[in-house]
């Protein structure tokens, strides 16, 4: 019924851009070529080299696309150098202090902040579509105990499509609301059943009563005996790491999510590409890499001051993880919020973790060493967050998962926009090929 109230179409609110009056000038073997400069709402610009293949026969060539926008879009804006992340045009910092995971998400996912009503309505949506379908159980059965908790999130997301055939058949723009609510009420039942599964306790259901992130921690610790107690200062931490990881622009994942889009793939296929492309140690993978890391500077008895010196020797192999970003040249915005709430979280618990006292020595220590002040590398989302996850309790292996349970939203805002794009084109950048040139077929006695 609520479903019905609330049925959208993917319609977005325009944000046209702006071309400009002055071009950029090319010149290759004595010819010009004239191309258009367009500029964002917030006066970033861009070279349209659209049709410069066309015109002069040449591609563009940018390896790991670090000057390559991939896409037009009115969902998040950074400002990397300045460390500005807003949603919607909402700053980061204000959401973390007064919004929550699911009124953000409706932010992200329809562009503006809702009433009363229409969170209710949210809200009362995700609660509906919280329950997985009783034969997923079968599935998860079939994953060994030492499955990692992202190789069945992705599975189960994609499996979950299989249960909904007439929902997920193609782009079904009317049904939009209730694939949406369903992706991320269930993403977190999947998550928490995974747990369960992988430390071979019984599954707990979701309970109606519970909000959002109060019922995934019911989900993961509650027994079927007893409820898991629901501290505030904990749901609270928990809610806000999810607000902070809700979107992130063209990165790794949600560029994979369009990609898969693109195809006109269904929402639930996109998101479990999504999750493949969060699982690496260079992207989501890296909360979990962190606190690995700090694990093992602690067992070796360093101070961090070994380790410092070994992710500067680049025959090393090591990386100082929760460091760097391609689009922060300054404090993650994310890191610094993540780290007070770090600290207000231990103190309220009343833990003393020496992983804490060793991240704030190794952040120290790089924010002086000139290594990592000319390459502007900084603390990033990752560094604090696997912190505040072991204060909560979680498992190492679900802090990848807990990143994805939160970039939900900005995935399902990335797809949204994606298919609403009347534009819109299959994604399929070129290459310059460096392989064999025309090399004809031996036969295989003929073979040297
Ligand atoms: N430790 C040591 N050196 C680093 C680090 C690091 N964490 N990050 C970058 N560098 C160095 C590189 O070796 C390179 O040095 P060089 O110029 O002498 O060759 C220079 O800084 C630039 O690094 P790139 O790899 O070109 O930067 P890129 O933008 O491609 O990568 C990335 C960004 C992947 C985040 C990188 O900084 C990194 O590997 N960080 C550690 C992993 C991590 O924390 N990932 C999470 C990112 S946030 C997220 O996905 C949510």
Same mark, same amino acid.
């Given at each position: 019924?609520?479903?019905? /109230?609330?049925?959208?179409?993917?319609?977005?609110?325009?944000?046209?851009? $702006?071309?400009m009056?002055?071009?950029?000038?090319?010149?290759?073997?004595? $010819?010009?070529?004239?191309?258009?400069?367009?500029?964002?709402?917030?006066?970033?610009?861009?070279?349209?080299?659209?049709? !410069? *293949?066309?015109?002069?026969?040449?591609?563009?060539?940018?390896?790991?696309?670090?000057?390559t926008?991939?896409?037009?879009?009115?969902?998040?804006?950074?400002?990397?150098?300045?460390?500005?992340?807003?949603? +919607?045009?909402?700053?980061?910092?204000?959401?973390?202090?007064?919004?929550?995971?699911?009124?953000? #998400?409706?932010?992200?996912?329809?562009?503006?902040?809702?009433?009363?009503?229409?969170?209710? /309505?949210?809200?009362?949506?995700?609660t509906?579509?919280?329950?997985?379908?009783?034969?997923?159980?079968?599935?998860?059965?079939?994953?060994p105990?030492?499955?990692?908790?992202?190789?069945?999130?992705?599975?189960?997301?994609?499996?979950?499509?299989?249960?909904?055939? @007439?929902?997920?058949a193609? +782009?079904?723009?009317?049904?939009?609301?209730?694939?949406?609510? +369903?992706?991320?009420?269930?993403? *977190?039942?999947?998550?928490?059943?995974?747990?369960?599964?992988?430390?071979?306790?019984?599954?707990?259901?979701?309970?109606?009563?519970?909000?959002?992130?109060?019922?995934?921690?019911?989900?993961?610790?509650s027994?079927?005996?007893?409820?898991?107690?629901?501290?505030?200062?904990?749901?609270?931490?928990?809610?806000?790491?999810?607000?902070?990881?809700?979107?992130?622009?063209?990165?790794?994942s949600?560029?994979?999510?369009?990609?898969?889009a693109?195809?006109?793939?269904?929402?639930?296929?996109?998101?479990? #590409?999504?999750?493949?492309?969060?699982?690496?140690?260079?992207? @989501?993978?890296a909360?979990?890499?962190?606190? %690995?890391?700090?694990?093992?500077?602690?067992?070796?008895?360093?101070?961090?001051?070994?380790?410092?010196?070994?992710?500067?020797?680049?025959?090393?192999?090591?990386?100082?993880?929760?460091?760097?970003?391609?689009?922060?040249k300054?404090?993650?915005?994310?890191?610094?919020?993540i780290? *007070?709430?770090?600290? /207000?979280?231990?103190?309220?618990?009343?833990?003393?973790?020496?992983?804490?006292?060793?991240?704030?020595?190794?952040?120290?220590?790089? !924010? *002086?060493?000139?290594?990592?002040?000319?390459?502007?590398?900084?603390?990033?989302?990752?560094?604090?967050?696997?912190?505040?996850?072991r204060a909560?309790?979680?498992?190492l %292996?679900?802090?990848?998962?807990?990143?994805?349970?939160?970039?939900m939203? @900005?995935?399902?805002?990335? &797809?949204?926009?994606?298919?609403?794009?009347?534009k819109?084109?299959?994604?399929?950048?070129?290459?310059? &090929?460096?392989?064999?040139?025309?090399?004809?077929?031996?036969?295989?006695?003929?073979?040297?």
């Amino acid at each position: 019924m609520i479903c019905q /109230q609330i049925i959208r179409r993917f319609e977005e609110i325009e944000y046209p851009i $702006k071309h400009m009056s002055k071009t950029a000038k090319l010149e290759i073997d004595g $010819k010009s070529y004239s191309l258009p400069i367009i500029e964002g709402t917030e006066g970033e610009c861009a070279v349209d080299i659209a049709n !410069l *293949r066309n015109e002069s026969g040449y591609i563009t060539l940018d390896d790991g696309y670090g000057n390559t926008g991939s896409c037009q879009s009115g969902i998040t804006f950074i400002d990397g150098e300045k460390g500005i992340l807003r949603y +919607r045009g909402v700053p980061i910092e204000e959401l973390a202090e007064t919004s929550t995971f699911i009124e953000t #998400a409706y932010l992200i996912i329809y562009g503006k902040l809702p009433t009363h009503a229409e969170l209710r /309505q949210f809200s009362g949506l995700l609660t509906e579509n919280e329950n997985l379908h009783e034969d997923m159980k079968y599935h998860f059965a079939g994953f060994p105990a030492t499955a990692h908790p992202m190789a069945i999130l992705s599975s189960m997301i994609n499996a979950s499509s299989c249960f909904y055939p @007439g929902l997920m058949a193609g +782009r079904n723009p009317a049904r939009f609301d209730i694939q949406a609510a +369903r992706l991320i009420s269930q993403v *977190r039942t999947i998550a928490a059943f995974a747990h369960r599964k992988s430390r071979g306790l019984p599954i707990i259901y979701p309970k109606p009563t519970y909000k959002y992130t109060a019922n995934f921690l019911h989900m993961m610790f509650s027994d079927v005996y007893q409820d898991y107690e629901l501290k505030p200062e904990v749901v609270k931490a928990l809610d806000l790491i999810f607000l902070l990881h809700a979107d992130h622009e063209q990165n790794c994942s949600t560029a994979t999510v369009r990609m898969v889009a693109s195809s006109q793939a269904n929402l639930f296929a996109c998101a479990a #590409a999504g999750v493949c492309a969060l699982w690496g140690p260079l992207h @989501g993978g890296a909360n979990q890499a962190v606190i %690995e890391m700090l694990q093992q500077i602690h067992d070796a008895g360093d101070n961090g001051s070994r380790f410092i010196a070994a992710a500067k020797d680049k025959n090393s192999g090591r990386r100082l993880m929760g460091f760097g970003h391609r689009v922060y040249k300054n404090y993650d915005p994310r890191a610094k919020i993540i780290k *007070r709430a770090c600290d /207000q979280l231990l103190n309220s618990l009343h833990i003393n973790d020496p992983l804490l006292d060793i991240a704030k020595h190794l952040e120290e220590a790089a !924010l *002086r060493d000139p290594y990592f002040l000319e390459r502007k590398l900084y603390p990033n989302v990752d560094f604090y967050s696997g912190i505040i996850m072991r204060a909560i309790g979680l498992p190492l %292996e679900m802090f990848t998962v807990i990143f994805a349970i939160g970039r939900m939203p @900005g995935w399902i805002a990335n &797809y949204k926009e994606t298919m609403a794009d009347p534009k819109g084109r299959i994604s399929r950048p070129r290459q310059i &090929y460096t392989g064999q040139t025309l090399n004809h077929y031996v036969p295989i006695d003929q073979r040297g």
